[in-house]
């Protein structure tokens, strides 16, 4: 069974920095694109960040530059690093998984960017 558990949300003043992990358990991430989405209260969920098996990537305009999407196959492991936060990057943060048509949700890590 797949699963995913993100870590490393939390409280930031704006201008700071987070780093978010998704461990993947199963044997299934190597060959799977990954992906962090966000959705903030009284919003739809948007994707923030996508990477491939082979290590493309792509950003939403509103982060590109900011954050930092990239894996780990030996740990199995997604991470973004996110940088200059701002206020409007505050939302609850998933990691997903697709593979052969499947997806796979994390529960989801808040963060908070304030002052």
């Known amino acids: 069974q797949v699963q995913l558990v993100e870590s490393g949300g939390g409280w930031v003043q704006p201008g700071g920095s987070l780093r978010l992990s998704c461990a993947v358990s199963g044997s299934i991430f190597s060959s799977s694109v990954m992906a962090w989405y966000r959705r903030a209260p009284g919003t739809q969920r948007e994707l923030v960040a996508r990477?491939?098996?082979?290590?493309?990537?792509t950003y939403a305009d509103s982060v590109k530059g900011r954050f930092t999407i990239s894996r780990n196959n030996v740990k199995s492991t997604m991470y973004l690093q996110m940088d200059s936060l701002k206020p409007e990057d505050s939302a609850v943060y998933s990691c997903?998984?697709?593979?052969?048509?499947?997806?796979?949700w994390g529960q989801g890590t808040q963060v908070t960017v304030s002052s």
């Open positions: 997903n998984l697709e593979r052969l048509g499947l997806v796979y």
């Open positions: 990477i491939d098996s082979f290590g493309s990537t």
